[in-house]
């Protein structure tokens, strides 16, 4: 199963955030692309796929994200704002941990927010509730 996530810049990411954050994520990581361009993988020295990230997609409709992730998830963004989808294989226990790495960093160089907020064990607490 994998561990998905969902990042909201303010800002559009461009070339230089995206291979920063990737590099943020892990420095010793590979990556190789996928669907047809759309996707970049994080990948481990064997090519495994330990974080998939996707294009990422405008989003010009104010509450959209909140009304798809829940109420405040978007407080403080304004539209437009970019929506980019983050998948951490479900093989590999650290691939959540590289994702947030990841997610946090995009967070960090361009604004916005993070779902689900906190971390990977904040998630996993939650599923177990």
Known sequence: MTYDM???TQRAPDVRAIVDSMVA???TLR???GG???VIRLCDDDGRPLVSIESAQRV???GEAGRLLGERVDAGLTVPYWWVEVR???GDAQAPVLAHRFADALVGRLGGAVWPPGGPETAAEGEAR
Do not use: K, T
């Open 36 to 38: 047809d361009g759309a």
């Open 88 to 90: 951490a294989s479900g």
């Open 60 to 62: 010009d409709v104010e």
């Open 25 to 27: 994520a892990g420095e």
């Open 6 to 8: 969902v990042v909201l």
């Open 31 to 33: 990556v190789r692309g």
